[in-house]
């Protein structure tokens, strides 16, 4: 455990670290989250540690009920940990910090039904202080991006699932974030709209430079989008495997799904969240969920 | 808050329900049950099943209202308690959304005020009469007060349900796109609140009236409720039951008045929306 008797030595001289850190943009330094409730408590994830440098795009994977939510929720400084510490850009994260904006699982509900669409997506451009005309703008690229501009004055209840996942996706895009969660954020949309998505995820990525974290169940898209996939384990979740996708950057719907690098990656991935499925543990050994 | 027996929840208006059909049943249903009370009170008074003395004919009752309508001592007396009610009921629903929205957003304040407002929401307030005619004996105050008491609870503790209710999805998202605490209680928590709100309204509404009907009768505000009094001590039946139905209308303009607003505010609510076309 290197990374311990680093963090004591932070301590000591934290100035230092400050300047020594700010290789990673997102920082995860041997974090644990256990609920506690009314009598249950449930230890979600053990220990993670790892490291996401600027401008890369990570998908995350894990078998359902692994943590992946509460991860993300850790990272958005929206939950408290129990343990460890998520470091952003050199400063440790406390509250929702500057910059970052998060697509949630839960995209029906993370909407406002009182507003409309484009209130919904305009309403942190306001609060980060853009004028009238440039908010317009934005909330007009973002619609056009995602396909939902004649849906711009309907409210979200008269949307769709997969039209509801848009325009949150939408707002996460218009805000322009340095940092950009993504809570399986696809999962409610079509095949066809799902793979324009994806390629919509990895131009703005490429364009806006910005640090992706892209959590999904769908090894294929893992692979496809990421630079890197992260394999969880069963709950209590530990990293599994940190898997380097050394596919080309430009990627193309047909020909990077049929290259046979993207197949072997899919195979390999496919079998780590299997055997995460199954109970195994980094180290071979396998644990009783 | 948990021993005492909830209030009422905002209730799912009837709009799920297959809504024109059902108006234009209900409305005619509703209509001959009308018809059917007041046949039977005339009948009951005509055929002296009840002593008419007490219980004048329907149609007596209803002529006699109509010759009230042509007095003004009867507009001046309504006008008297419709502003006593008014009144009363919007500095409640100030006190009440104000007071909810900050002790509902506040844990510790929530906590240090529960049990407090727990006691003192059921002492009922025609207990306050004696200590608001000794403050400001028949004036119209006396009875504000007593309305407001009586309003504020159902606005307040309705604001602190709708309060508790709010996504917590919504409130995250609010969080993490760093909203301002203004903002989110601007664009987050009053409008998941509202529907709470306009329940409250309703409720209050309702309840105000009562009081302020009550203080006029007992204590002697002026309005509605003091010439019901009058009537009834002269020994003019007819009238005063004419009063009671003038102030049953009131009532019920209040309520249908309390449920448009509820359909205008809450356009986007689950239990107003319907789709579109
Ligand atoms: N607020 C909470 N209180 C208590 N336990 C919770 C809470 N939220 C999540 N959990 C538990 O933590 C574990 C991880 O949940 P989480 O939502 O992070 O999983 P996930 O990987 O996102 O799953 P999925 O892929 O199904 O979305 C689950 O066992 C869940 O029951
Ligand atoms: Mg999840």
Redesign the interface.
């Known amino acids: 455990m290197p990374m311990k008797t680093a963090r004591l030595a932070d301590e000591a001289t934290e100035t230092a670290t400050l300047t020594a850190e700010t290789k990673a943009a997102l920082d995860v330094r041997s974090v644990q989250k256990t609920y506690e409730g009314q009598g249950r408590t449930v230890e979600a994830i053990r220990e993670l540690t790892f490291e996401v440098g600027p401008g890369q795009l990570v998908c995350i994977v894990g078998p359902s009920g692994a943590g992946k939510t509460t991860l993300l929720r850790c990272m958005a400084g929206l939950l408290e940990l129990s343990g460890g510490e998520v470091v952003l850009d050199g400063r440790p994260v406390t509250g929702p910090p500057d910059g970052m904006a998060v697509v949630f699982q839960e995209y029906g509900r993370s909407l406002f039904p009182w507003m409309t669409v484009r209130q919904n997506i305009e309403l942190p451009l306001k609060e980060k202080g853009l004028g009238k005309a440039a908010r317009r703008e934005a909330v007009d690229a973002a619609l056009a991006a995602v396909g939902l501009l004649e849906s711009a004055d309907a409210h979200p209840w008269q949307l769709s699932g997969g039209m509801q996942q848009r325009v949150a996706i939408a707002r996460a895009v218009a805000y322009e974030p340095s940092v950009l969660l993504m809570d399986e954020p696809f999962a409610a949309v079509d095949a066809q709209t799902r793979a324009e998505l994806e390629d919509l995820v990895r131009s703005l990525w490429k364009r806006l430079g910005v640090t992706v974290i892209f959590v999904t169940h769908d090894i294929d898209e893992a692979v496809y989008l990421g630079e890197r996939v992260l394999v969880l384990s069963n709950r209590p979740t530990v990293l599994l495997e940190d898997v380097a996708v050394d596919l080309p950057p430009e990627r193309d719907q047909l020909s990077t799904r049929s290259a046979p690098r993207f197949g072997e990656l899919r195979g390999h991935v496919y079998e780590l969240v299997q055997a995460a499925k199954l109970g195994q543990r980094p180290g071979g050994d396998v644990e009783e969920p | 808050m948990t021993a005492t027996a909830a209030p009422p929840r905002p209730s799912a208006p009837a709009a799920q329900r297959p809504r024109r059909r059902r108006s234009w049943s209900g409305g005619v249903i509703g209509a001959l049950g009308v018809l059917g009370a007041i046949t039977t009170a005339e009948l009951l008074s005509r055929l002296a099943i009840v002593n008419p003395d007490y219980l004048p004919p329907a149609t007596e009752i209803f002529a006699d209202l109509w010759r009230l309508l042509g007095e003004a001592d009867t507009w001046v007396a309504l006008r008297q308690t419709v502003t006593g009610w008014a009144i009363g009921l919007a500095i409640a629903m100030a006190i009440g959304v104000v007071a909810g929205v900050v002790i509902g957003s506040v844990p510790f304040l929530r906590a240090f005020t529960a049990s407090t407002i727990e006691f003192l929401r059921p002492i009922p307030s025609v207990a306050l009469i004696p200590l608001v005619v000794l403050l400001f004996g028949t004036r119209p105050l006396s009875a504000i007060t007593l309305v407001v008491y009586a309003a504020t609870w159902q606005v307040l503790v309705q604001v602190l349900y709708g309060v508790a209710d709010i996504?917590p999805?919504?409130r995250?998202?609010a969080?993490?796109?760093?909203?301002?605490a203004w903002?989110i209680a601007r664009?987050?928590i009053w409008?998941s609140a509202?529907p709470y709100v306009v329940t409250g309204f309703r409720l209050a509404a309702a309840v105000a009236l009562i009081l302020e009907i009550t203080a006029e009768l007992v204590i002697g505000v002026p309005g509605l409720g003091r010439s019901i009094g009058i009537a009834q001590s002269s020994g003019a039946v007819t009238e005063t039951y004419a009063l009671v139905i003038l102030v049953g209308l009131l009532g019920l303009a209040v309520n249908v008045a309390a449920r448009a607003v509820e359909k205008r505010v809450l356009h986007?609510?689950?239990s107003v929306?319907r789709?579109?076309g």
Not at chain 2, 175 to 180: D, E, T
């Open positions: 996504d999805v919504a995250d998202t969080r993490s796109y760093q909203f301002s903002r664009t987050v409008p509202l986007w609510h689950p929306r789709s579109l």
